[in-house]
């Protein structure tokens, strides 16, 4: 749960810093990564499942987010926590 709560907030520090910085928020194009997500191994019910795709530090392995993908792929400063996009 801790760990849910700490990406989250990464997620919202990131995009209020666009906000400011850029005046900007919404990705042009959220379905091209929508596409990469559900061809992803951690892709299930629209979210990126942390339950799917378990953290591996010891093999350098990045587990899912938990986030909705539905609007995650929108915000033009998410990151995918696999390095997909």
């Given at each position: 749960m801790k760990k849910n709560l700490?990406?989250?907030a990464k997620t919202v520090a990131q995009v209020?810093?666009?906000?400011v910085k850029e005046g900007k928020f919404?990705?042009?194009?959220?379905?091209?990564?929508?596409?990469?997500?559900m061809k992803c191994e951690c892709f299930h019910n629209r979210r990126c499942?942390?339950?799917?795709?378990?953290?591996?530090k010891a093999r350098g392995i990045?587990?899912?987010?938990?986030?909705?993908?539905?609007?995650?792929?929108?915000?033009?400063?998410?990151?995918?926590p696999k390095g997909k996009w």
């Open positions: 700490q990406e989250l209020a810093k666009t906000l919404l990705n042009k194009n959220p379905e091209v990564r929508m596409n990469i997500c499942s942390r339950d799917l795709c378990k953290e591996d990045k587990g899912g987010c938990g986030c909705y993908l539905d609007a995650k792929t929108k915000l033009e400063a998410a990151t995918c």
